[in-house]
């Protein structure tokens, strides 16, 4: 099956750093990935939607600046929190829908837990 | 828009018990229908999915789900769970023609001996 895959697993960070989070289509392209954020012991909630080649949709309430988003290519987005801060710790998940169409079906990368000092 | 409601945050059960986990949705247009499993530090995996046709749709590990129109639910069932199946469970939803999923805020299932 499709396998998304995120890199890196966990990050600890120091208060006004900047981390960047991938997250790859292994075996198939995508055109559109989404990124999700994650409370502890909550839902998932719709950061920002990442478009091959053009720049990404952000839910509102998303701050543009803060959560950088970057889809170069057809396998690859990257997720960078700029200038991170403690509250920015939290558990990160991005996902693909595969190009065969019509599954509706999402695939989902392991996470990325960050936590930022 | 649309929305999804688990009624139930946590659900205790014991081994090889039944089990029901509920989900009721809300939309204005027809919807497709999604239940996730997410095991402790890790990402989503999907359990089963409702398109079209049979409204009984069986998934992986042993669960089912049953899409009611008339009701607008979408409740996942186990006739027996076994300690593995601790973990949390998000019911979702979207439109056809979109790719954005709602996600409900989770049910923890908690299996003990």
């Known amino acids: 099956g499709a396998v998304v895959s995120q890199h890196p697993s966990r990050v600890i960070c120091k208060s006004g750093t900047s981390v960047k989070i991938e997250c790859r289509s292994l075996?198939?392209?995508?055109?559109?990935m989404f990124w999700y954020r994650q409370f502890p012991k909550q839902s998932l909630m719709l950061m920002a939607t990442?478009?091959?080649?053009?720049?990404?949709?952000?839910e509102q309430g998303v701050e543009k600046d803060k959560f950088l988003i970057n889809h170069a290519s057809l396998t690859l987005s990257t997720l960078t929190v700029t200038s991170a801060h403690p509250e920015d710790s939290s558990f990160y998940i991005c996902s693909a829908p595969t190009t065969s169409g019509g599954t509706g079906e999402l695939f989902f990368g392991e996470g990325s837990r960050l936590t930022v000092l | 828009a649309q929305s999804v409601t688990q009624l139930d945050s946590q659900v205790p059960v014991f081994e090889e018990a039944p089990v029901e986990l509920r989900c009721n949705y809300s939309?204005?247009?027809?919807?497709?229908l999604f239940w996730y499993v997410q095991y402790p530090n890790q990402g989503l995996q999907l359990l089963l999915k409702?398109?079209?046709?049979?409204?009984l749709v069986k998934g992986i590990n042993g669960f089912e789900a049953e899409f009611n129109k008339s009701q607008t639910s979408f409740h996942l069932r186990k006739p027996s769970v076994h300690i593995s199946d601790t973990a949390e469970y998000f019911c979702?939803?979207?439109?056809?023609?979109?790719?954005?999923?709602?996600f409900g805020t989770g049910t923890r299932l908690l299996v003990s001996p």
């Open positions: 939309s204005s247009v027809s919807v497709y």
């Open positions: 979702a939803v979207r439109t056809a023609g979109f790719q954005k999923l709602v």
């Open positions: 075996d198939f392209q995508a055109t559109t």
């Open positions: 990442s478009n091959e080649g053009s720049k990404a949709t952000y």
């Open positions: 409702y398109l079209s046709g049979s409204t």
